[in-house]
């Protein structure tokens, strides 16, 4: 249903902005409305931060050394006391050496890291999808508590008139006419709340969306197989973090670990003043010895790590289809209601159809037949708004099952 015509409909002004967040000629549909709100969430900051961290990995896998080169100088001269004039002079740079098979883990680890962007937006378009969702069936509810209220005042209203002439006709008593016009204003009252109410939720919807129309189609098809598979955003988010976890363990293996260095330097020395220097070049080679309870630490916490999530991907599973099953329970609860409210509002309409003649020729009195008036709108309400319910609980469906709008 178009805003527009809810609108007209129900008397609440709600012209379109002229700065609506899509373009006047573009249509608006839940995918827009989607896309919008996927635009402005406020966790896609995070998403620069992920890509710098899967760049910088993929930086650090693409150096000549494993770890900063590193420059020394000393300086040994005479004795203090002494004057000898023996100096000597020592320069070297040390360059860690990559271990083997540590480069190839790091440009994996980038790879892992940079595969995460996709999922995670994934991620959060559905969580987007789930406020429009939310938001497009509480104005639908809100208009059917409008509708409702207009039908009653009308009816109240036409009430009022038939009393009135009556009571004029010497048909019923002024009683009578006073408490006719208590049940319009109750009815002017319940209309009064119900727009309230509607202009509410029309105002966090434009909040939300930037848009002051709904879109012309916002039922969803209830998908043929309802399961909880590997491609829901949830679930293949925490796979994509498990697959980099698991490149993590990979990569704990070298944490805490002296890599072997490889150091090349100069070497200048003389024994008195008047003796030339005598220069020689250096090589050395280091690696550290027993090192492996230095890097379990690190292995352990990696480990750790990676059961917290296959459990956490576990018990989301286990979660989704829980409240899968019961959203379809809840669903078929809602349709047998549907299917027992229309012959009860069916039955609810004859007697009242029965009352109306009877009150009309004088055979009850107005508070008897308000009562069952009564009875009857409120069977046709909730059989309206079940028919909404139903149609969003279809929607609640998709959503629990991951499909994005």
């Known amino acids: ?37 996927f ?128 009571v004029k006709g010497g048909d019923l008593a002024t009683s009578e006419s006073l408490l006719a016009k208590s049940h319009q204003l109750e009815m002017q009252s319940q209309l009064a709340s119900a727009k309230m109410e509607l202009q509410q939720s029309l105002n966090q919807y434009h909040y939300l969306t930037g848009q002051q129309v709904l879109p012309d189609v916002i039922e969803e098809a209830l998908p043929s197989v309802t399961e909880i598979d590997h491609g829901h955003p949830l679930l293949a988010e925490l796979e994509q973090q498990i697959a980099r976890q698991r490149s993590e363990m990979a990569n704990a293996r070298y944490d805490n670990v002296s890599h072997p260095s490889l150091s090349l330097g100069v070497k200048r020395e003389r024994d008195e003043h008047a003796d030339p220097y005598n220069n020689s070049i250096g090589v050395g080679v280091s690696f550290a010895l027993n090192d492996e309870a230095y890097q379990q630490p690190a292995i352990a916490e990696a480990s750790r790590q990676l059961a917290d999530l296959q459990i956490a991907h576990q018990q989301q599973k286990r979660r989704l289809e829980a409240e899968l099953l019961a959203a379809m329970d809840n669903l078929k609860t809602l349709q047998h209601r549907q299917s027992l409210l229309k012959e009860q509002y069916e039955v609810s309409q004859q007697y009242v159809d029965m009352q109306q003649r009877s009150f009309d020729m004088g055979g009850i009195d107005l508070t008897t037949f308000l009562r069952g008036q009564e009875t009857a709108d409120q069977h046709r309400h909730h059989l309206l708004q079940l028919e909404i319910e139903i149609q969003q609980q279809i929607a609640n469906i998709n959503q629990i099952a991951g499909r994005t709008l």
Not at 3 to 26: P, Q, T
Not at 104 to 118: D, F
Not at 142 to 154: D, M, P
């Open 1 to 37: 249903m178009n805003l527009r015509v809810v609108c007209l409909l129900f008397g609440i002004g709600c012209a379109v902005s002229s700065n609506s967040a899509l373009a006047d000629d573009a249509p608006i549909t839940l995918k827009t409305l989607t896309d919008y709100v």
């Open 39 to 166: 635009t402005h969430h406020p966790a896609r900051q995070a998403e620069s931060s992920m890509d710098a961290l899967a760049q910088s990995r993929s930086t650090l896998a693409g150096k000549l050394f494993a770890e900063p080169l590193s420059l020394s100088v000393n300086h040994f001269n005479d004795v203090i006391g002494s004057s000898d004039g023996l100096q000597e002079w020592e320069s070297s740079v040390e360059m860690p050496i990559w271990l083997p098979g540590e480069k190839r883990q790091q440009q994996n680890l980038s790879r892992q890291l940079a595969a995460e962007v996709p999922y995670y937006q994934q991620r959060i378009r559905l969580d987007a999808s789930a406020q429009v969702r939310r938001h497009v069936w509480l104005v639908m509810l809100s208009a059917a508590k409008v509708r409702h209220a207009e039908s009653l005042l009308e009816n109240a209203d036409n009430l009022l008139k038939n009393v009135e002439n009556r």
